[in-house]
C-alpha cells in the first residue's frame, strides 16, 4: 500500500509564487519517477513536471522557466516551487508515483491565481 499526500496550494496573486510538496509513504522500495500533474476546469489532466530516480527533469512547455521540480529521494518527497504564476496555472495539481509499473496518486491540491 501507497500513501502520497500533497499540500501547499492556495490562493495567490497574479506574478506571485506557490510551493507545492508530495510526500509518499507506505511500501516503497524501487520507486522511478514522480511527477506534478494538473487538470483545470473542463480540461484533461496534464503532465507539468517530473523527476525520474536518476534525477533528470521534464517540464511541460508551459511552465519552463517559471516552475522547478525537485526531489528528495531519502524521504520520497516531491516539490513543485511555482514562480510568476498566471491565472492558467490555476487547476487542481496532483502528485503520481511510479513504482513496478504501478502508478500511485494523491487526492490533490487546489491552485488558483486571482486577483
Known amino acids: 500500500q501507497v500513501q502520497v499526500e500533497e499540500s501547499g496550494g492556495g490562493l495567490v496573486q497574479p506574478g506571485g509564487s506557490l510551493r507545492l510538496s508530495c510526500h509518499a509513504s507506505g511500501r516503497l522500495w524501487d520507486v522511478g519517477s514522480m511527477g506534478w500533474h494538473r487538470q483545470a476546469p473542463g480540461k484533461q489532466r496534464e503532465l507539468v513536471a517530473s523527476v525520474i530516480s536518476g534525477g533528470r527533469t521534464n517540464y511541460a512547455d508551459s511552465v519552463k522557466g517559471r516552475f522547478t521540480v525537485s526531489r528528495d529521494n531519502d524521504d520520497y518527497k516531491l516539490y513543485l516551487q511555482m514562480d510568476n504564476l498566471i491565472p492558467e496555472d490555476t487547476a487542481l495539481y496532483s502528485c503520481?508515483?511510479?513504482?513496478?509499473?504501478?502508478?500511485?496518486w494523491g487526492q490533490g491540491t487546489q491552485v488558483v491565481v486571482s486577483s
Open positions: 503520481a508515483v511510479f513504482q513496478r509499473g504501478r502508478l500511485y
